[in-house]
């Protein structure tokens, strides 16, 4: 699975605009493999999707980067009632360094 991944976007609107424009370019595309999935309910997925740089106790420096196979390593941030997530490579920060959607 590919994804553009986004480098210190604010918000998830940021990150729809930047996805809607970066469609078509697979070279901008990464690889990456999902570590580990977080359900937040609806408030809690609004506050995240709102301000990707607050601190999460949930991401740590364990988590991110790149692994063996090359692929990066992500979280993924569900609203546990839409489903929509966020893909994050927080490069072991506790914030979402890295940000894309699944497409």
């Excluded at 990150?15 to 424009?21: C, G, I, M, S």
Aim: aromatic content about 10%; proline content about 2%; charged content about 35%.
């Amino acid at each position: 699975m590919k994804a553009h991944f986004a480098r210190k976007l604010n918000n998830l609107e940021q990150l729809k605009e930047l996805t809607e424009l970066t469609l078509g370019e697979e070279e901008t595309k990464d690889s990456y493999k999902i570590i580990k999935e977080i359900k937040l309910n609806p408030a809690e997925f609004r506050a995240f999707s709102a301000d990707f740089f607050k601190d999460w106790d949930w991401l740590t420096s364990e988590d991110g980067g790149r692994g063996p196979d090359g692929k990066l390593r992500c979280t993924k941030v569900i609203n546990s009632e839409t489903s929509e997530a966020v893909l994050v490579n927080n490069e072991g920060f506790s914030y979402a360094r890295y940000t894309a959607l699944e497409i």
